[in-house]
């Protein structure tokens, strides 16, 4: 009975240590997957932080480029505004004269004479600033009115009330009318 207690025991310890070296092999094989995956990891890391210090510069650069976007933006806006920046005067011949736009030139002996803009630097507070883009007409309200600045008569049109007064000079074709100059002096007879 001992005999054959030995032999199993034998036996089951025989086969507990193949399974202890199963073990064994089995977590060795765990231990080495683990310090391949630790070190992928650590890899994927230096991968990633680099790939935030691209992202940082490619951040810097596009807030770069959007504030260049945003001078020129505003520098176009400027250049836009000056661009289509007019002026308006308007009054009787005595009110343009005391404001320094218009003077009596030419003819003889006190007859003939015609009003023309005074050719010194005008002065820019006689003149009202406007966008020549959004004035499509200039107010009268007078019997009588005539353009003393040039502009082509089928730039613009007289319009009249009822009461056959011009009411106002409308801008039919901003473009033509404010081509050769960025002034309109309007005398209001």
Do not use: C
């Amino acid at each position: 009975q001992n005999k054959k207690k030995i032999a199993s025991l034998t036996a089951q310890l025989n086969n507990s240590g193949g399974t202890i070296k199963g073990l064994q092999v089995k977590v060795a094989q765990l231990e080495a997957d683990m310090k391949q995956r630790e070190t992928e990891i650590a890899d994927l890391k230096v991968v990633l932080t680099k790939k935030d210090f691209e992202i940082g510069q490619l951040n810097t650069k596009a807030t770069e480029q959007q504030v260049a976007i945003t001078q020129r933006d505003e520098k176009i806006t400027s250049q836009t505004n000056e661009m289509n920046k007019g002026f308006i005067a308007s009054g009787t011949y005595k009110t343009l004269k005391a404001k320094g736009l218009l003077t009596k030139e030419g003819g003889f002996l006190g007859l003939g004479k015609k009003e023309s803009m005074v050719n010194n630097k005008l002065a820019q507070d006689a003149f009202t600033q406007v966008n020549i883009t959004e004035v499509k007409s200039i107010p009268v309200n007078s019997k009588s009115a005539k353009l003393i600045t040039y502009h082509p008569a089928s730039s613009y049109e007289l319009v009249r009330d009822k009461d056959n007064k011009i009411a106002s000079i409308d801008i039919k074709n901003p473009d033509e009318f404010w081509k050769v100059s960025k002034y309109a002096v309007v005398e209001i007879k």
